[in-house]
């Protein structure tokens, strides 16, 4: 572990004098050119060195890596890089690389150069030396070699017809590597003003993609799988990037430092200086400040939470830093991470200078590192010289406050004398580790490699990186198992193993009481080997499987191999099993079981007689797991249970070369009875109806087919309807009718725009911000009421001449919120470069055309989510954790509406939404129908809404009457709960089953997350510390865990409102606007990507994102249940006996009367 400490102003005099001479933008670079022996990559846009042998191994991630690749788009590949096309925009990459400033660059026709050499020369050895010792100055690091890569000037790609903006910047940078013989740095430099663009357009229309800062492991690659290499993202949208040049963690400006390899197989970053320092001496007297990385290096972590100076200005360089180091911050939901000293001021920071202020605090540089590393056993005090404490400590005591992540998001923890169990909650089926959903469809994805002799044949087949994939229903206990590319020498002889398959049936079987499958006692995570002895000849097959529990996908993995010799059947054989049974035997962490299977082939006809014969083999299998030694109850199961398996179906189709194999199970005593149930085509997919109509079921298995709007057919076949060419004067005068699948399209010419009435075309009228910015412009700018006079204020317009939502001043980049009015929204002002999460009331102008009917389309069984985007409400089906993105429709059309919060009540399967254009609150049925608006007097801007489906209730926040409110769900009796104390409220969240109430307020000046019962008592602040725009809010009842976003900290966030800790979920996230949950995954909306982001909370990793065909941003999301989650309170049964308003609280529930009640009997009471 590094001590932390600033960087002394003596190692940077030294190394003043040793840059002296250079030019004043290069200052930070060490020298470079081909005056100085460097190789010249050749010019192109997606060019890539030759290997450059190191005589130095370089450690990368406890690696050694003895070559490199430079390539023109900014990175240092450890391996021979791919494509651009293949990496460009994701992160990590396969191949490995260090990345400065990972973009599309070009540096054909002399767009710059990249300029790279190894050498180990003293002075440039001294100088990286210099750089790295005056930021880790208790190491004894003494390079022997550096690789330095310069790229200067280099432009951006520029496809033909792209931005002209972009056609003239250009980019300098350079990455150092200094290796001793037992650890390797890397220095990032970036000069002042040397970054001119920040992002780069994407060849694959996929718009602008930020560049990319960052460390990335190389995969590696096994037998059955690649396994993805650990990674650290420094930078990944332009706001960050372009801060590269003008902050540091090394306390000087554009001076990035890392060691990258040694004992330890993570990246460390140098720890910031409390002041940054530069080398010019006019900049002396102005001391700049940089938060530290808020990363997340295991339990070795040590974080720079506040600065604060404890002297004053006379005393010297001297500060009093306080660190407060988290145990176990990346893993564990509990964690506790408070913070030891107060936010210091803007003016702490800056001391006594006259310094613009601003609300918001110095950018905060996020890095994030994938796997977490296990925990370590930490107690230190220490002091260094220059007077710097820092205190933390760890305990990796095996129990459930610190070793709660090893259990599934989906289970229970419970501590024992000697350690500590999972279980699985009610509902979900595992063994506490992985946890699935009862009844839900499971997948299994793997490899299969072999090397198999068939018959008397004495040369093997052999075959690898086969695939296999397994579908499971698991209510039924049925397994389908495919194998591909078997060659036909084989597949025919394999077709009586069918449990090759078979383990995949046995874990998921239906249970029986008191019995459990597979994955009830092994969560998916063992070892399998099996001896297979065909009787008769004695042939003998060893087939070997792992099983690696639950991917990041959700899906099981499995590995197998096969190796052995099988009897030949002949091509074009059939092969019948009839029903078997199983015994399996557990004893500590084992299972075995042994059969004798009999199985029939029934050879191709010759001269119209087929032959058959029965063969039998011997089936001995030994299953190696582990499980939790502590609890007795996990062996309450029967030692000895029978798997029951029948319906057995196996198939090899030559022309696919694909072996297939079906089966049911069931675990238990007897054999399972039970039949498919009969379900109505509309439900099930199998319908035959055109892809542009609508299934509408009948009773039984009847349906029909209806063509959808603008199509017209007989359901079967639906083709689109021209309507421009049926009615050419269909958009008036002075208008343009397009024609588009499904509708149509009326566009004004220019100069014109659609009057009242939505089709006639008038002469565009100015709008009151067009006539201010007008005049702003003529008259030289004017002054906004409470800006700063440093400069002119001109108002900005949409193309519709509404005033943007986010207005910015041009001279001193403060940004705030306005009204539709123009007027400044109070609690909303940030600093320069920071935007915040201004919402438009101007809906977007209706399309001319045939008006959308606002029914809502009835949705398909199962869970779904449900998002806003800004006239329509979409949704995506969920099959287990996965987004089913091909099954994602729009759900609900209100064209002339800005929908911004979304809750669904899941006993009535209606959704309700938020409008701030109307404003309104309304809802619809998801069985089809037409919205009815419940609520539309006496509202701003109303933005969060939740439900509490067990009293019958909804909440909403509103943002400009700063208050939150309660009603009915049909819009009456409504209440304030809360009218003081909030100033930007807008996410809200309700845990009906414990009576709370959950919402954020990014009020910029004090943001905080706060909490109350439900009728609005025991109101007190939850989160206050550590939060920039606290946007989205989940609650998920399931695990009790209290989750946001925030588009000022760039994090996602989860606690246990009943406890301290709070956990970092991903980091550096764009602009994140909403979040929901659903089993393991969290999915938030995200305003820069226009997507639906996955995160999957139990290993911080993003697993997923799902970008509607029509991009535009996103607001609220949440999760339409198949099922109400259990649970009650005392307002479910009989309004809780309550005249009016039954609101929940912990334990209870309080009767209250609506406001402005006159004339009505209402009592209240507790």
């Known amino acids: 572990m590094h001590a932390v400490s600033g960087c002394p102003r003596w190692a940077l005099l030294a190394l003043a004098l040793r840059l002296a001479l250079a030019a004043p933008a290069e200052r930070l670079l060490l020298p470079h050119g081909v005056e100085r022996g460097d190789a010249v990559l050749d010019p192109g846009d997606d060019a890539r060195s030759a290997a450059l042998g190191l005589r ?22 450890v391996n021979e890089p791919s494509n651009e096309e293949e990496y460009l925009g994701r992160f990590p990459v396969s191949f490995g690389a260090i990345a400065p400033f990972m973009a599309d660059l070009d540096t054909t026709d002399g767009r710059g150069n990249v300029y790279y050499r190894e050498d180990s020369s003293p002075d440039v050895l001294q100088l990286a030396s210099d750089y790295i010792k005056r930021c880790f100055p208790e190491t004894t690091f003494d390079p022997s070699s550096v690789v330095i890569v310069t790229w200067k000037l280099v432009a951006p790609y520029q496809a033909p017809g792209g931005d002209v903006t972009l056609k003239e910047k250009r980019n300098t940078f350079q990455a150092v590597l200094a290796s001793s013989d037992s650890s390797s740095y890397a220095i990032f430099l970036y000069p002042e003003d040397s970054l001119q663009f920040y992002s780069t357009y994407s060849k694959n229309d996929d718009g602008r993609i930020p560049a990319m800062v960052g460390f990335s492991q190389a995969s590696t690659n096994y037998y059955f799988w690649e396994k993805p290499g650990s990674y650290n993202v420094i930078a990944n949208d332009e706001d960050t990037i372009r801060n590269l040049q003008k902050s540091s963690n090394a306390g000087r400006q554009g001076v990035w430092v890392f060691e990258i390899g040694s004992s330890s197989e993570s990246v460390v970053p140098a720890k910031i200086s409390s002041v940054l320092e530069s080398l010019e001496s006019s900049e002396q007297d102005q001391e700049m400040t940089s938060k530290a990385f808020m990363s997340d290096y295991g339990s070795t972590e040590i974080r720079l939470e506040h600065v604060t100076s404890a002297m004053d200005s006379t005393e010297g360089d001297q500060h009093h830093i306080t660190y407060s180091v988290p145990h176990l911050a990346a893993e564990d939901f509990m964690t506790s991470y408070q913070d030891v000293t107060e936010i210091p001021s803007t003016e702490s920071f800056y001391g006594q200078q006259d310094f613009p202020t601003a609300k918001a605090p110095p950018r905060q540089f996020q890095v994030q590192q994938f796997p977490p590393q296990q925990p370590q056993v930490i107690d230190v005090e220490e002091f260094d010289e220059t007077g710097i404490v820092f205190r933390y400590h760890t305990d990796v005591q095996q129990t459930c406050a610190n070793s709660r992540h090893q259990c599934s998001v989906h289970a229970i923890c419970k501590d024992y004398s000697n350690g500590f169990c999972c279980s699985c909650i009610a509902g979900y089926k595992g063994n506490g580790r992985q946890c699935v959903a009862e009844g839900s469809p499971q997948r299994v994805n793997g490899k299969v490699k072999g090397r198999i002799f068939v018959g008397n044949n004495p040369v093997p087949v052999i075959f690898e990186n086969t695939d296999l994939h397994s579908y499971v229903v698991m209510n039924q206990g049925r397994a389908y198992t495919a194998i591909s590319t078997i060659p036909e020498t084989l597949g025919y002889s394999l077709l009586p193993l069918a449990s090759i ?7 998921f079987a239906v249970e029986q009481e008191g019995y459990k499958n597979g994955f009830s006692v092994t969560g998916g995570e063992f070892t399998r080997q099996t001896e297979v002895t065909f009787l008769g000849n004695n042939e003998k097959l060893v087939i070997k499987q792992k099983f690696s529990g639950i991917d990041e996908h959700g899906h099981l993995t499995i590995s197998t191999e096969m190796e052995g010799r099988i009897p030949e059947i002949l091509s074009g054989s059939s092969v019948h099993i009839e029903p078997y049974t199983e015994l399996y035997h557990t004893s500590s962490s084992v299972i075995t079981s042994s059969s004798t299977r009999e199985y029939t082939v029934t050879e191709p006809e010759k001269d119209g007689i087929a032959s058959s014969y029965t063969a039998a083999y011997q089936w001995r299998q030994t299953i190696s797991f582990d499980e939790c030694i502590h609890d007795d109850s996990h062996h309450a199961a029967s030692a000895t249970q029978q798997l029951s398996v029948d319906s057995i179906f196996v198939l090899y189709n030559k022309d696919e070369q694909i072996l297939r194999y079906a089966m049911s199970n069931s675990i238990g005593p007897i054999s399972d009875g039970s039949a498919d149930i009969n379900r109505n085509p509309c439900y099930t997919g199998t319908h035959n109806c055109d892809t542009n109509a609508i299934c509408r079921p009948g009773t039984g298995n009847r349906f029909f087919c209806e063509c959808s709007v603008g199509f017209r057919g007989d359901g079967r076949v639906c083709y689109d309807v021209d309507e421009c060419s049926e009615q050419p004067a269909l958009c008036g005068s002075n208008a343009v009718c397009s024609n588009q699948r499904g509708t149509y399209r009326c566009e004004c010419v220019d100069g014109y725009q659609f009057a009242a009435d939505g089709r006639t075309c008038v002469e565009v009228e100015k709008t009151k911000c067009q006539h201010e910015q007008e005049r702003a412009l003529g008259s030289g700018g004017t002054f906004f009421p409470r800006e700063m006079r440093v400069g002119q204020f001109i108002p900005q317009c949409d193309e519709h001449g509404n005033y943007l939502p986010t207005q910015c001043h041009s001279s ?45 389309i009835p949705l398909p069984p199962g869970t779904h989510l449900l998002f806003a985007q800004s006239g329509k409400i979409e949704h995506v089906p969920l099959e287990g954790n996965n987004m089913k993105k091909n099954g994602a429709k729009a759900l609900l059309h209100i064209p002339d509406k800005v929908i911004i919060g979304i809750a669904y009540d899941c006993m009535d399967k209606m959704v309700y939404w938020t409008d701030i254009s109307g404003p309104s609150i309304s809802r619809a049925s998801l069985h089809g129908g037409e919205p009815t608006t419940i609520i539309k007097t006496d509202l701003g801007s109303p933005e969060g809404i939740a439900l509490d489906h067990l009293g019958r209730n909804i909440f909403w926040t509103d943002s400009q009457l700063d208050r939150i409110e309660v009603a009915k769900l049909d819009g009456r009796q409504r209440r304030v709960l809360f009218d003081t104390g909030l100033v930007n409220p807008r996410a809200i969240v309700a845990d009906p089953v414990r009576g709370n109430l959950y919402w954020t307020d990014w009020n910029r000046e004090a943001p905080k997350i706060e909490t109350s019962y439900m009728d609005g008592t025991n109101r007190r602040i939850l989160v206050k510390d550590d939060l920039g725009l606290p946007n989205g809010l989940t609650f998920d009842i399931y695990s009790s865990m209290l989750c946001w976003v925030d588009a000022g900290t760039k994090r996602l966030e989860c606690m246990n409102p009943n406890q301290l800790g709070r956990r970092k979920i991903v980091e550096g996230i764009q602009y994140p606007f ?28 993003e697993n997923d994102n799902f970008q509607p065909h029509k991009r535009s941003r996103l607001y609220g999301i949440t999760t339409a249940f198949a099922q109400c989650p259990g649970g009650h309170n005392y307002c479910m049964v009989n309004n809780g006996g309550c005249t009016h308003l039954c609101l929940a609280t912990p334990g209870g529930r309080s009767c209250r009367c609506p406001d402005n009640v006159v004339g009505v009997d209402c009592i209240e009471r507790n």
């Open 812 to 856: 001193t980049g403060y940004c705030w919120c306005v009204d539709r009015d123009g007027n400044e929204i109070d609690g909303t002002r940030s600093g320069p470069g920071v935007q915040p999460p201004c919402l438009s009331t101007a809906a977007p102008p209706v399309v001319i055309g045939p008006s959308v009917r606002p029914d809502t």
């Open 1074 to 1101: 909403s979040v929901t949950s659903y089993g393991k995954n969290l999915y938030y909306t995200d305003w820069r990507r226009d997507a639906v982001v996955a995160v999957d909370r139990s290993i911080s990793i």
């Open 56 to 77: 130095t191994v370089l450690r990368f991630y406890g690696a050694a890596v003895r070559s490199l690749y430079v390539a023109t788009n900014g990175i240092i590949a």
């Open 501 to 507: 398959g078979g383990i995949i049936g046995w874990m």
